[in-house]
């Protein structure tokens, strides 16, 4: 929906104990409706970079421009999800959740019901609507925090480590999930993530990143047709390329790590 060019950007954090590199002279583009991941190690500044697309940071240089508009704070233009839990209103249900931006935005309770209601429904917790946090399982939780970021109808879903802290089996039906609710809803996605196989399972492309102060060392475009079989030996051979790049030796056989997708660092 909406194309976004990050150009030359740079960030340093100021601590007490001196300057802290985020990220380094980071470059590319995203086209509109596309589901770009962002891999590399932990520390290389992932988080920063979309900190910095969300608005939340300023970049000491560089430039990003959503839509062909300089980024200057954060904007109903953009949707975001974070790994923890608690980003949700334990106070509010479900529904008052979805609610929250559009009650911002100044939408009518009418309305506002019958969008969330709809995008509770494309996340599959329809029969969950009065339903407060604590009463839900993290991949529910997860799954309200989606439909709340994409109640309002942003352009841009930008999403860190959502599923990181899920168990195994509930991240890859949370990616599942996501790859439909992308196809249905055609936003532009970033998405951050340190697991290669759900980068490969989720992507167009992937940006991947070098150890801190990160930086871009590869784009790598990901071929296969979707629905993505992770068994597949396509599959398995977009990861074991991604692998490369992130400076694995993916030639030396199935250690654990790799069988997993996991980078360690
Ligand atoms: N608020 C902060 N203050 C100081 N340094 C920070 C802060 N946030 C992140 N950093 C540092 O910036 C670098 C990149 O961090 P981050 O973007 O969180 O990486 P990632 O998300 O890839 O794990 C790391 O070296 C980290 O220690
Ligand atoms: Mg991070």
Redesign the pocket.
């Known amino acids: 929906m909406t194309p976004i060019e990050i150009r030359d950007v740079t960030l340093t ?3 007490p104990g001196g300057k ?4 380094k002279d980071v470059s590319f583009n995203i086209d509109a409706s596309e589901f770009l991941c962002i891999v ?12 910095m697309i969300a608005g939340f940071l300023a970049p000491a240089s560089g430039e990003i421009r959503i839509g062909g508009k300089a980024v200057t704070g954060h904007g109903l233009d953009r949707g975001v999800v974070f790994q923890d839990f608690a980003q949700l209103f334990p106070w509010r249900t479900a529904l008052g959740n979805v609610s929250f931006g559009l009650e911002m935005k100044g939408v009518p309770k009418a309305e506002r019901e019958i969008i969330a209601r709809e995008q509770l429904r494309l996340v599959k917790l329809e029969k969950f609507t009065n339903s407060f946090p604590h009463h839900l399982s993290g991949g529910m939780q997860q799954r309200v925090a989606i439909a709340r970021a994409l109640a309002y109808n942003p352009a841009v879903l930008l999403m ?2 959502p599923f990181a802290a899920l168990d195994a089996l509930t991240r890859d039906d949370m990616q599942r999930l996501l790859a439909e609710v992308w196809r249905e809803t055609r936003k532009t996605v970033i998405y ?1 993530t ?1 697991n290669v196989a759900e980068a490969v399972y989720l992507a167009d492309r992937v940006v991947v ?1 070098t150890p ?3 930086t871009v060392k590869a784009v790598i475009k990901i071929p296969l047709p979707r629905p993505r079989d992770p068994l597949s030996v396509e599959f398995v051979e977009c990861q074991k390329e991604l692998l490369q790049y992130l400076g694995h030796d993916a030639s030396a056989g199935e250690t654990e790590k790799q069988a997993n997708g996991k980078l360690s ?1």
């Open positions: 954090y100021d601590t802290v590199p985020g990220v590399g190690p932990s520390g290389c500044g992932k988080s920063t970079l979309l900190n860190d480590e951050v340190h990143m801190h102060p990160g660092a």
